[in-house]
């Protein structure tokens, strides 16, 4: 009688907090991130995307778009791990490799962020984006003194 009872208990209680709002599912966590974000509320979009996280651990878009968030923020070592997550769960994830690059970029970590954006363009050939990056890199890197570029075949 007593399990019937928490049982019972457990379930009013999953009722109320949906019917409140108290509680959300993921896609509408991510849809809440997506608006912050939109409307460059990075840290409100960055809790929506930990909530998205914490709900489905696998979610690579989440990791992503946290990631994104998190560079606007200046926390780009975060957003290298948020995309290093996103990579890991999905591997031809171009846009993560994009941003990973860019990232890496920010940190003076030059061949890295060469190598993200050799894979972004071996994912999406067409993105122009990654080719203008990884040029501009590439540029900054020997201004650096880090050597000259890698050779393309």
């Known amino acids: ?3 019937v009872r928490a049982i019972v208990c457990i379930g009013m209680v999953s009722v109320c ?3 409140s709002g108290c509680w959300k599912s993921a896609s509408t966590e991510l849809e809440d991130g997506l ?3 939109d409307s460059e509320d ?3 979009a960055i809790a929506s995307f930990t909530k998205v996280i914490r709900l489905e651990p696998g979610h690579a878009e989440a990791h992503y778009y946290r990631g994104l968030a998190r560079y606007q923020t200046g926390l780009h070592e975060e957003a290298i791990a948020d995309y290093s997550k996103a990579i890991l769960i999905k591997p031809n994830f171009p846009e993560a490799f994009l941003n990973r690059g860019l990232a890496r970029h ?3 970590d ?3 962020a060469i190598d993200d954006m050799e894979k972004a363009i071996q994912l999406n ?3 122009g984006t990654a080719y203008s990056s990884r040029d501009k890199i590439e540029a ?3 201004a650096h003194g880090i050597g000259p570029a890698p050779k393309r075949k």
Do not use: T
Request: proline share 4%.
């Open 125 to 127: 050939p067409r993105d």
């Open 1 to 3: 009688m007593k399990h």
């Open 42 to 44: 990075y840290q409100n």
């Open 106 to 108: 920010r940190l003076g």
């Open 17 to 19: 907090l949906a019917a």
């Open 140 to 142: 900054d890197g020997g």
């Open 110 to 112: 030059y061949k890295s």
């Open 35 to 37: 608006k912050y974000s």
